[in-house]
């Protein structure tokens, strides 16, 4: 099950990402360069921005670790 999530979400994820930067980069500013600017703007926050979710979800907190140390797990 792990995997076909896995794969679930990279296959969506690259089906989205692509539709939408050929989408801003084709419909923003005057021409085909403004637009790829943008995309690329876009498309660098997006992934600074699920990056960051993901290191705050991933850690868990102190006082939990700090316990399994000390309980021997």
Known sequence: MGSGAN??????????????????ATHVGDGLIA???????VSATLTLLGAGIVLVA????????LARATNGM
């Open 35 to 41: 637009g790829w600017n943008v995309a690329v703007l």
């Open 7 to 24: 794969n679930t979400a990279r296959y969506l994820g690259a089906a989205i990402g692509i539709t939408l930067f050929v989408v801003i």
């Open 58 to 65: 991933g850690k868990p907190a102190r006082s939990t670790s």
